[in-house]
């Protein structure tokens, strides 16, 4: 079984603060995702990364940067975080860009 | 711009009914995927659809494929309590908006 692990279902930050989201995959697939889940509005994608220190912008880049220094490490970093901000956050992974994604249980961040 | 619509967004059906959610995506796909969402949980796959006419089953739920006319649907049989979650449709990386569904007894 693919597993997919974020290292908090729930995170509460203040405005301005750095915010890093660390998501691990242990099925040695290439490609990672994340993407952020509101209410009406499903899930966007946000940044995807198809090999070790590669990294492709989604729909919504804005205001987020990611970083893949390990095959199975896919980090999500809020440079100055903002109320818009809070979110579900779903990392994801695939053997192949176009197949079948494996969730991580999300973090919920509320940005204060 | 690539758009993944469902309709409804919202179902609430009664026990031992049927119901079909559909979705219709904007540009050329050669797959597709269903997602379940389970209340304070996070995604998991339920049908990979990979060619025109593709037909998946799994206990009460069946979704098919249509590439030309970039549509898929998910039918529901029989509706009963379990079923009741949000499903998502997909495109690689673009997902639908998601419908909530609830069965009540």
């Known amino acids: 079984d693919v597993k997919v692990t974020q290292s908090s279902r729930y995170l509460v930050k203040r405005t301005g603060e750095k915010v890093f989201l660390e998501c691990v995959q242990d099925m040695d697939h290439e490609n990672m995702f994340w993407y952020r889940q509101d209410p009406g509005l499903g899930l966007r994608l946000i940044y995807f990364s198809y090999d070790v220190k590669m990294k492709e912008k989604g729909d919504i880049p804005e205001g987020y940067s990611v970083s893949r220094e390990k095959k199975e490490r896919f980090s999500l970093i809020l440079e100055s975080a903002s109320t818009n901000q809070t979110s579900m956050y779903l990392c994801?992974?695939?053997?192949?860009?176009?197949?079948?994604?494996?969730f991580g249980p999300g973090t919920r961040l509320t940005v204060l | 711009e690539l758009k993944v619509e469902q309709n409804p967004l919202f179902l609430s059906m009664q026990e031992g009914k049927n119901y079909t959610i559909y979705c219709n995506y904007s540009?050329?796909?050669?797959?597709l995927y269903w997602y379940r969402q389970d209340p304070g949980k996070s995604l998991e796959s339920l049908f990979v659809l990979l060619s025109n006419g593709a037909v998946k089953q799994e206990g009460r739920l069946m979704a098919s494929l249509d590439t030309k006319a970039r549509l898929s649907t998910l039918h529901i049989t029989a509706a009963v309590h379990d079923l009741s979650a949000t499903y998502f449709c997909a495109v690689p990386m673009r997902f639908g908006a998601g419908t909530r569904l609830t069965v009540k007894p």
């Open positions: 540009t050329t796909s050669d797959r």
């Open positions: 994801a992974s695939s053997f192949a860009i176009y197949n079948e994604q494996f």
